[in-house]
């Protein structure tokens, strides 16, 4: 048996940016971006059956989701603030409706397998099945902040190969404003930092796992000092 310690995306995130604990203001905003996400999977799922959800069953499960979410980060809005709230959520839902990421289904989490000893669970928001990633963000993170970059970099080591496209619904402009940037291919010497970086961490906090147990698909790279970059195995085929 080969025992790997695994980690996730996020985990890496988190430990590489640590943030302070959030103020009151961080955690209305953590809110929200809850009940944003699960509004519009709930929306994308609808979608890739054929239905056609009204905006006022959409409406309420935001309202459901975000006094859920405030009641779990221990906050509360005035009246007056909860309707806006709910009147950006509700703008940021028809965006994702009338963008091309709309009814896209969620990729299976693939692991990257580095050194066949830290094994990386990676899942961005969608794919197309084919040839392309994306993920979704509800604030403008055009150019990519230093944390979302990186999430995106181990997301593209997951899917070698694949166009990378960061879609941003900025629930913070008047009217809500769409915008989609091309993630631009990682060089051998980005694909090579990223990697050192997620082993180091993966070492340091995942859980150890019988690797005969972690299910794929895999994608196996190598850390060589002495080799230009490490190079990816052919992913495995689409789910």
Same mark, same amino acid.
């Given at each position: 048996m080969t025992v790997v310690r695994t980690i996730a995306v996020h985990e890496i995130v988190r430990d590489v940016f640590p943030r302070p604990p959030p103020e009151e203001k961080d955690r209305v905003a953590m809110a929200v971006g809850k009940a944003i996400d699960g509004t519009v !999977?709930?929306?994308g799922y609808q979608l890739r059956r054929g239905r056609r959800p009204t905006q006022s069953?959409?409406?309420e499960l935001g309202r459901s989701l975000l006094d859920e979410a405030l009641a779990?980060?221990?906050v509360a809005l005035s009246p007056a603030e909860r309707e806006a709230t709910l009147a950006r959520l509700r703008e940021v839902v028809r965006a994702y409706r009338r963008s091309p990421?709309?009814?896209l289904a969620r990729p299976k989490t693939r692991v990257c397998l580095i050194d066949n000893q830290v094994g990386v669970y990676a899942q961005p928001d969608f794919w197309d099945g084919r040839g392309r990633i994306f993920e979704l963000k509800s604030f403008l !993170?055009?150019?990519p902040p230093p944390d979302v970059a990186l999430q995106l970099r181990l997301f593209q080591l997951a899917y070698p190969g694949f166009e990378t496209l960061l879609?941003?619904?900025?629930?913070?402009a008047q009217p809500v404003e769409t915008t989609s940037y091309v993630v631009p291919p990682p060089t051998p010497a980005e694909v090579a930092d990223a990697l050192r970086l997620a082993f180091d961490v993966g070492q340091r906090l995942g859980q150890p796992k019988v690797l005969e147990y972690v299910e794929g698909p895999f994608v196996a790279y190598t850390l060589a000092p002495?080799?230009?970059?490490p190079r990816p195995a052919s992913p495995a085929p689409p789910d």
């Open positions: !999977a709930d929306l069953g959409l409406d779990e980060n221990a990421i709309a009814g !993170a055009v150019p879609v941003c619904l900025n629930r913070h002495a080799a230009p970059g």
